[in-house]
């Protein structure tokens, strides 16, 4: 059958169990009327045009011609229980084994089936892998791997990728996160990644800090803690090559927090607070909690500061981002969380969910040795897994349509053909794979409602379009998310906010011209006294000197004439153009006139002998004279 057509209830635990050759199904799950695909449903894919290649093609399908079996190489890490990885294979392979059964029962056509051989990779994830021995481990013992399923950290899928593109072996690398950071994505041709991205995860950041105008930012990037570490090098990746603008402006501050102190978070806050409002913790919930309460103590919550951390969904690989822990710091982690957005994959799911994950969850247990929590959520990355086989069954089913049966071995064309499509998951809804092969998540922001205090949805990220839609009431202390600079400035250099300290303005004012007004007068009086006594010096010093001509003799020697004598103020002299230039009577006339009263311009003064026949008037004398005027 081409299309998914009814299944009975439960119909996912029974297929399993006969493909792992179990055939002792209970009478309650032959039972349950319940069906997880409605029938005539299709999986509908669109394929466009997808980025040509210059690789030579080879196909190598299997030596029988008649052999129609399609071999998937899962090269998974597995954590052995501890459960620190969450793409674990040991948490995925019953979405791969239900994946596989209805595929193989209904989906594939013309005679092919899936079949897998699974590869144990280890449970770290580091540069220095050993994936690639892995790999050639599964090829050397004889398995020709036309797919490979995996791996989920993306330093592994990026040492593989060498090997894939040298065998043209398409790779559906699960999540691979951080994979291609070190060029650019369309490089990796042969690889599909089929769930959410790092990069998508730095978008919606990169959305947000547009939609607020947030220039200044300190991310704070945690290499002990793999994925958070990777999250960091796409961050940086990022911005430096697309937003050179903030990656200017960013405060970049690594952090190893397996060492970590509290003297160290807090001194990042501090120095951070120097330079940005908005601090992005790339980090797990512990650190999130402790950094918290530590701005909590530092005075740096309360709505003036916004604190990012990312939890895609709930997960023991990092824990719950809960203020809630029951010990001693609640309270103040409470307060501190109001400051704290999260962000998360945007799920969305179908009536066909619950029954999916009711299903994979008792396999899981009973045929994989697997248990969920009885509370758990299946995530994303369980039904990416899921997906990833039916996008596979999908494309082989359009090859096989339309060209020879040995098309479904070219990995070249295989590759082309997984990227810029659409498709339909019955358990994911709609799945959109963009033109470099990457899946498009939608995701949401939230904050803390401080009434429950739970986490809910204020803005939900549509990757196509790259579009935010405010879906949601935003929970804060202040009411708005604060402003990229604060008002004073980060150093508190706005005048504006400087306190006036001393005289208030009209004082000042006052104190300012009291003083110009007294240096003016004191300049005028200066200037009136300079001049006053320049024109005094510049006075006919002889002004006072009376010629003999001017004088009229007519009393006795000691008399008076006539008139009354006056009492002059004037003193009389010699003249030095009349008296003087008469040098040969002077003295003679002098001697007869003295001890007499003459009449000089109607005044009767009085002539006195005078000794000395010569008088220099200095500066002193004349304003002695000046002062009897």
């Known amino acids: 059958m081409g299309l998914l057509r009814l299944l009975p209830g439960l119909c996912f635990i029974l297929m399993s169990e006969r493909s792992l050759g179990q055939n002792n199904a ?36 299997p030596p029988d011609p008649t052999d129609r079996n399609i071999m998937i190489c899962l090269l998974i890490e597995r ?73 989920g950290c993306g330093y592994s899928a990026d040492s593989l990728y060498n090997l894939v593109e040298y065998m043209q072996t398409p790779m559906m690398a699960c999540p691979a996160a951080g994979f291609g950071t070190a060029t650019s994505r369309d490089a990796y041709f042969m690889t599909t990644r089929t769930s959410f991205t790092h990069k998508d995860i730095v978008n919606v950041c990169l959305k947000l800090f547009d939609l607020y105008h947030y220039k200044h930012v300190t991310i704070i990037q945690d290499d002990a803690v793999s994925f958070y570490e990777q999250l960091s090098v796409t961050f940086t990746s990022v911005l430096r090559s697309a937003r050179p603008d903030l990656f200017a402006t960013a405060n970049l501050v690594p952090l190893r927090s397996s060492d970590a102190t509290t003297e160290l978070y807090e001194r990042i ?82 009536e066909y969910y619950d029954l999916f994950s009711a299903n994979l969850k008792k396999l899981a247990r009973t045929r994989l040795n697997y248990t969920f929590g009885a509370f758990e959520e299946i995530d994303p990355v369980v039904t990416s897994f899921y997906d990833s086989i039916i996008l596979y069954a999908t494309i082989i089913n359009q090859i096989t349509a339309s060209s020879p049966s040995s098309e479904a071995y070219n990995g070249v064309r295989i590759a082309r ?34 009434d429950t205090g739970r986490f809910e ?12 839609d405010k879906t949601g009431p935003l929970y804060w202390p202040t009411g708005a998310l604060p402003q990229d600079t604060p008002r ?53 010093p002889n002004w006072w000197k009376i010629a003999q001509h001017e004088l009229d003799v007519t009393g006795p020697k000691g008399g008076s004439q006539g008139s009354r004598v006056a ?23 002098m001697s007869n006139m003295a001890g007499r009263t003459a009449t000089w311009k109607g005044n009767v003064v009085s002539v006195t002998d005078v000794a000395e026949r010569k008088i220099r008037p200095n500066p002193f004398l004349i304003r002695e004279m000046n002062q009897v005027t």
């Open 269 to 350: 806050l501090r120095e951070g607070n120097a330079t940005s409002r908005v601090f992005v913790i790339c980090s797990n919930a512990t650190v999130v909690r402790n950094l918290m309460i530590i701005a909590q103590h530092l005075g740096m919550t309360g709505g003036e500061y916004v604190y990012i951390g990312v939890e895609l969904f709930d997960s023991q690989s990092w824990g719950k981002f809960t203020w809630s822990m029951g010990d001693s710091g609640d309270r103040e982690a409470k307060q501190a969380f109001e400051s704290l957005l999260l962000i998360a994959l945007h799920q969305t799911r179908n």
């Open 79 to 151: 954590s052995h229980g501890d459960r620190s990885v969450f793409y674990d294979y040991d948490r995925v392979a019953s979405a791969i084994e239900i994946a596989l059964d209805t595929v193989n029962k209904d989906v594939l056509k013309n005679g092919f089936q899936f079949k897998t051989t699974y590869k144990d990779i280890g449970r770290t994830c580091l540069k220095k892998n050993d994936v690639v021995k892995y790999a050639l481990q599964v090829l050397t013992s004889g398995v020709n791997c036309h797919a490979y399923l995996g791996p």
């Open 417 to 450: 053909m997984l990227k810029n499509l659409t498709f339909t998951s019955p358990v994911s809804g709609e799945v959109r794979i963009d033109p470099v092969g990457d899946r498009q998540f939608d995701f949401s922001i939230k904050s803390m409602n401080p």
């Open 457 to 468: 949805i204020f803005y939900t990220y549509t990757a196509i379009g790259e579009r935010m």
């Open 488 to 540: 004073c400035g980060f150093q508190n250099e706005n005048p504006e906010c400087h306190p006036q300290v001393g005289l208030s303005g009209g004082m000042i004012a006052v104190a300012v011209v009291i003083p110009v007004i007294a240096l003016l007068v004191i300049c005028g009086l200066l200037v009136y006294f300079v001049i006053r006594s320049l024109k005094n010096e510049g006075l006919d």
């Open 567 to 589: 009492s002059s103020k004037k003193s009389l002299g010699d003249d030095t153009t009349s008296v003087q230039t008469r040098q040969t009577d002077a003295t003679s006339t």
């Open 26 to 61: 209970s009478s309650s799950d032959t039972s349950t009327p319940d069906t997880l695909f409605r029938s005539g449903t299709a999986f509908t894919t669109t394929i466009s045009p997808g980025k040509t290649t210059s690789y030579p093609v080879r196909v190598t399908p």
